[in-house]
């Protein structure tokens, strides 16, 4: 559950509304769930079991404390509430690389393993059950488990297969970008379109042609009316076991190695040389420890260079880039490493995730979700404004909405990065908008000027020696 915002009084959580047995709600910014008396007596065969509590033990569920009834958000109708730990971020899906996707569905897979052992099963098998704790995936959703009736089948074996093998495999098979598909099918890809999407290669892979073609064509004839009526499907515990093992083997088998994207190895070819390298990391720890926030946002990280400094002071920074390549091998660095403080997420700042779901209020958009303290854009701005044309006023306000304070690189035009950006632009090296030194972006004066009238104060300003590049702390002053 994400950090909480200060003044929201007692607010439902728009997306949980459709779970009869409970749902979430904020008091004061901190996260609820009030549990519902229809499931009362499968949260206490739960808790009895000890599968909870050997499933936090091992970082697989989020944790949670009991909370007074009176803290409900409908006392009449809580049976019990209780309040979980709190993320410093909450993430969605189609936000995560390759990698963290196959991680959390071979957790999820591993829960629904673990619950059988205890005579349990899961109600639900979708990454809305998952977060991100750091890179490593987390369970949210305590009401998740119930008591396995005998012989049943495993009721989210659908929703799995759509909302996270479909994707997944897509993003494997064919292009890590396919998991944008996840935003337009908030239920999951349908299968039909997913094994039209597939290459035809994926046919000879057992599982995928099991649980995604075969699938597909099955649902196709009950959907058509051509097949037999649909009977109840019985298994047994021991073929139960046997699907969720077919699925966990053919997830596992589904990675993507991240050759060949734009920025990927963007951290190994910058124009720094070994002096400047050790000047800016300087400065950005020094700028960080003056600000100490609790939730930094770095953005256009790549694979994390300056986020590691910013967590080395104790915050946990959201690294959100908008290469793939760069998130999937800053997360298997993380995830090498044992570092907890960090989750790379990816992001395009000209396209980031809308408000999306029922009402436009299930899904937070990245506005929303906004809760850092401290923003750092580094060799950024000029990105946005060179290879996406978003005007610098306009960048400036952006990020006056994310967070109080920044931390920001200022780029002269005579940058190689800039040259390597301008070539290809060219109505901007020398066509329609002709001399580039004169443009604001390229005057510190001018692009000074920019942040002050979008409510920026600067507090600190220090050149990065043997580069020519400025970093700038600011402080948002509320003038805007």
Same mark, same amino acid.
């Given at each position: 559950?994400?950090?909480?915002?200060?003044?929201?009084?007692?607010?439902?959580?728009?997306?949980?509304?459709?779970?009869?047995?409970?749902?979430?709600?904020?008091?004061?910014?901190?996260?609820? *769930?009030?549990?519902?008396?229809?499931?009362?007596?499968?949260?206490?065969? %739960?808790?009895?079991?000890?599968?909870?509590?050997?499933?936090?033990? *091992? +970082?697989?569920?989020?944790?949670?404390?009991?909370?007074?009834?009176?803290? @409900?958000?409908?006392?009449?109708? /809580? =049976? *019990?509430?209780?309040?979980?730990?709190?993320?410093?971020?909450?993430? =969605?899906? =189609?936000?995560w690389c390759p990698g963290q996707l196959r991680d959390a569905a071979l957790l999820t897979l591993d829960l629904a393993l673990e619950a059988l052992d205890a005579g349990f099963t899961l109600r639900d098998a979708t990454p809305y059950n998952v977060q991100l704790r750091g890179t490593r995936p987390v369970h949210l959703d305590a009401l998740s488990f119930e008591r396995r009736a005998p012989d049943a089948p495993w009721g989210p074996y659908r929703q799995f297969c759509r909302t996270f093998l479909a994707p997944l495999a897509l993003m494997t098979? *064919?292009? !890590?970008?396919?998991?944008?598909?996840?935003?337009?099918?908030?239920?999951?890809?349908?299968?039909?379109? @997913?094994?039209?999407?597939? !290459? #035809?290669?994926?046919?000879?892979?057992?599982?995928?042609?099991?649980?995604?073609?075969?699938?597909?064509?099955?649902? +196709?004839?009950?959907?058509?009316?051509?097949?037999?009526?649909? #009977?109840?499907?019985?298994?047994?515990? $021991?073929?139960? #076991?046997?699907?969720?093992?077919?699925?966990?083997?053919?997830?596992?088998?589904?990675?993507?190695?991240?050759?060949?994207?734009?920025?990927?190895?963007?951290?190994?070819?910058?124009? %720094?040389?070994?002096?400047?390298?050790?000047?800016?990391?300087?400065?950005?720890?020094?700028? /960080?420890?003056?600000?100490?926030? $609790?939730?930094?946002?770095?953005?256009?990280?790549?694979?994390?260079?300056?986020?590691?400094?910013?967590?080395?002071?104790?915050?946990?920074?959201? /690294?959100?880039?908008?290469? !793939?390549?760069?998130?999937?091998?800053?997360?298997?660095?993380?995830?090498?490493?044992?570092?907890?403080?960090? $989750?790379?997420?990816?992001?395009?700042?000209?396209?980031?995730?809308?408000?999306?779901? =029922?009402?436009?209020?299930?899904?937070?958009?990245?506005?929303?979700?906004?809760?850092?303290?401290?923003?750092?854009?580094?060799?950024?701005?000029?990105?946005? @404004?060179?290879?996406?044309?978003?005007?610098?006023?306009?960048?400036?306000?952006?990020? /006056?909405?994310?967070?109080?304070?920044?931390?920001?690189?200022?780029?002269?035009?005579?940058?190689?990065?800039?040259?390597?950006?301008? @070539?290809?632009?060219?109505?901007?090296?020398?066509?329609?908008?002709?001399?580039?030194?004169?443009?604001?972006?390229?005057?510190?004066?001018?692009? #000074?000027?920019?942040?002050?009238?979008?409510?920026?104060?600067?507090?600190?300003?220090?050149?990065?020696?043997?580069?020519?590049?400025?970093?700038?702390?600011?402080?948002?002053?509320?003038?805007?």
């Open positions: 559950m994400s950090a909480p915002r200060p003044g929201q009084g007692l607010v439902r959580e728009p997306g949980s509304w459709r779970d009869p047995a409970g749902f979430v709600y904020r008091r004061d910014g901190a996260i609820h *769930r009030q549990i519902a008396p229809v499931f009362a007596a499968e949260w206490e065969a %739960y808790l009895a079991s000890g599968l909870h509590d050997r499933l936090v033990t *091992r +970082g697989a569920v989020l944790p949670f404390e009991d909370a007074p009834i009176a803290d @409900a958000l409908d006392p009449a109708t /809580a =049976w *019990r509430v209780i309040r979980p730990e709190m993320l410093p971020v909450i993430s =969605w899906p =189609w936000e098979e *064919r292009d !890590p970008r396919l998991g944008l598909l996840l935003r337009s099918f908030l239920e999951g890809i349908p299968l039909d379109l @997913a094994v039209r999407l597939l !290459p #035809r290669r994926t046919l000879l892979r057992l599982g995928l042609a099991t649980h995604l073609h075969l699938h597909a064509r099955a649902i +196709g004839r009950n959907a058509d009316g051509k097949g037999a009526e649909a #009977r109840a499907v019985r298994l047994s515990e $021991t073929r139960l #076991r046997a699907l969720l093992g077919n699925l966990r083997g053919t997830v596992a088998g589904l990675r993507w190695e991240p050759e060949g994207t734009e920025w990927a190895d963007y951290a190994d070819r910058t124009s %720094y040389s070994d002096a400047a390298t050790a000047a800016k990391e300087r400065i950005v720890r020094g700028m /960080a420890e003056a600000v100490a926030p $609790t939730v930094a946002w770095d953005l256009g990280a790549n694979t994390g260079r300056y986020s590691a400094i910013v967590a080395e002071t104790g915050a946990h920074v959201v /690294a959100w880039d908008i290469d !793939p390549g760069a998130v999937e091998r800053h997360h298997r660095a993380l995830m090498a490493s044992g570092r907890e403080r960090i $989750t790379p997420l990816l992001l395009d700042l000209t396209d980031p995730s809308p408000a999306l779901g =029922w009402g436009l209020t299930e899904r937070a958009s990245f506005l929303e979700r906004a809760n850092a303290e401290l923003i750092l854009a580094l060799a950024l701005v000029h990105h946005l @404004a060179i290879g996406r044309g978003v005007p610098v006023e306009m960048i400036a306000t952006f990020l /006056a909405g994310l967070a109080p304070n920044l931390v920001i690189e200022w780029l002269p035009h005579e940058d190689p990065m800039v040259r390597r950006l301008l @070539a290809g632009r060219h109505d901007m090296a020398g066509g329609i908008r002709g001399n580039v030194a004169g443009w604001p972006l390229f005057r510190e004066e001018a692009f #000074r000027g920019i942040f002050a009238d979008a409510g920026w104060e600067i507090v600190e300003r220090a050149p990065i020696e043997g580069s020519g590049r400025v970093l700038y702390r600011m402080r948002r002053s509320g003038r805007a």
